[in-house]
């Protein structure tokens, strides 16, 4: 595998469920970030993390949990999600200082019912 | 604080004419900047980016982009359309102090090519 993966690349959940996504990024680099794309809205930055500590969160609901095991692995985990929810989230990463491009992986699909 | 703007959400253009698509940005400290290209329910590619030297940057895909610090502006040019360009494209500006925390994505603008 080479750049950034993410899994699933589609998800349809209940707004009861607990689901997770996954990235994995395979370019050595230092920081990740989830952002979300919604229609006709600007990409949203939702969280960043450097050497594995979360360094930004931009008041994003706590429904949304990331979790960064490694510099090489990204989660965000899921619950209790709401319809307005529903979007393309991004995966991507970079190598952080000073902060070089962001490679992005394909996106999750999420579809909230 | 960082913002970037993008002059016309949408920008048609024949095959084989010339594409513009225009970014201007606003920063405090000097910039890094950059361009994204998303195709239909993929993710955001490098096209290319600026970051010191050279104020014209080549990129993929036969496009190029000139830094121009006096207009605050890199747009992004080709000189002859093709079918396959028809995707959305992102201006983004970064500053070279902070880790990745002032990383701004503009708008973007979806980029038609017509027969």
């Known amino acids: 595998e080479t750049g950034v993966t993410q899994t699933p690349r589609h998800l349809v959940m209940g707004m009861t469920n607990k689901k997770s996504l996954k990235c994995e990024q395979h370019l050595g680099h230092n920081a990740m970030y989830w952002y979300k794309q919604s229609a006709k809205k600007p990409l949203e930055l939702m969280f960043v993390?450097?050497?594995?500590?979360?360094?930004e969160n931009n008041s994003v609901p706590s429904r949304f949990s990331p979790e960064c095991p490694n510099s090489s692995h990204l989660f965000l985990h899921l619950h209790t999600l709401q319809p307005e929810d529903s979007a393309l989230y991004l995966c991507?990463?970079?190598?952080?200082?000073?902060?070089?491009?962001?490679?992005f992986g394909p996106g999750t699909r999420l579809t909230v019912t | 604080a960082q913002s970037v703007t993008q002059l016309g959400s949408h920008v048609s253009v024949s095959e084989g004419a010339l594409v513009l698509l225009r970014c201007n940005y606003s920063?405090?400290?000097?910039?890094?900047l950059f361009w994204y290209v998303q195709y239909p329910n993929q993710g955001l590619q490098l096209l290319l980016k600026?970051?010191?030297?050279?104020?014209l940057v080549k990129g993929i895909n036969g496009f190029e982009a000139e830094f121009k610090k006096s207009e605050t502006s890199f747009h992004l040019t080709k000189p002859s359309a093709h079918m396959s360009d028809a995707a959305e494209y992102f201006c983004a500006v970064s500053d070279q102090e902070n880790y990745g925390q002032n990383f701004v994505f503009g708008p973007g603008t979806r980029l038609s090519v017509l027969p």
């Open positions: 920063s405090s400290v000097p910039p890094y």
């Open positions: 993390y450097s050497l594995e500590e979360r360094v």
């Open positions: 600026y970051t010191t030297g050279a104020t």
């Open positions: 991507a990463s970079s190598q952080g200082h000073p902060p070089g491009a962001q490679y």
